[in-house]
């Protein structure tokens, strides 16, 4: 599915049930579709269901086109009353890979809804202002599982943050991110994200983490995890070898 554009979705709009299996290419180098505000490859409405099989890849996406466009390779909705719900269901053999897609918010993901994974690299992604691998909004839901790699995505600009997750706050609501990996010696991977604060993470909303590494990161302040508001819960993580050019090489609480 490539080449093509529109204001949301530019690959695949979702506004009620549909699974993706493998062997399935959204995008591609040179291919890529266009999301002109939301969802460069997909675009899941608040009433839609999305699961994503192990063997899909969704890259080189773009959502570019207007002021502050979300999602460039899956944007999932959020309405007053309902949820947009993505599934992205990977084995040990076949991962889902989401990678080298672009927006000003969430470049791989962007979910307003909710979203569960396991067995997916998000890598690669670029955004201009946060979450590079994921954007978790105010209200939002997104469960990281079993065999996830966040690797290698960035936030350009000068002041961009959260280079592998940015969990949001708006009003007092805040966005949910429960991270858990399979065991100690098998950790969910957050590796090697670029941002100016909050490489790994920057979260101002709920972050519960548990046989999780984050690791390879270099921030001005919170080079793994930079804390601007919520609470965070760690158990079990190892956290080792980032830096901080001014506070807080491994977290920042502010």
Known sequence: IA????SKGGGIQIDGECIIDEYTVIGGSGEGNTGAQYGGGVFIGSKGKCTINGG???????????????????????SLDNKGKLI?????????????????????IYCEGETSMKYTELTGNKAKAYGGGIY????AICNI??????????CTNMTSSGGGIYISESSGNFGTVNITGES???PVLIKNNVGDVGCGIFTQGTLKMKFTEISGHTANNGGGIYVSLGSVEIDSC??????SLVNGGAVYVH
């Open 3 to 6: 080449k093509n554009d529109a």
């Open 184 to 186: 100690a010696e098998k």
């Open 136 to 139: 978790v909004n105010n209200k």
């Open 56 to 78: 899909v890849e969704i890259s080189y996406n773009i959502a570019d086109k207007t002021t502050n466009p979300q999602g460039g390779g899956i944007y999932v909705e959020e």
């Open 238 to 243: 190892k956290i080792d070898g980032n830096k």
């Open 88 to 108: 992205l269901d990977g084995s040990s053999d076949k991962q889902v890979t989401i990678k080298e897609n672009e927006a000003t918010r969430g470049a791989g």
């Open 145 to 154: 599982n079993a065999g996830v790699k966040i690797e290698e995505n960035k």
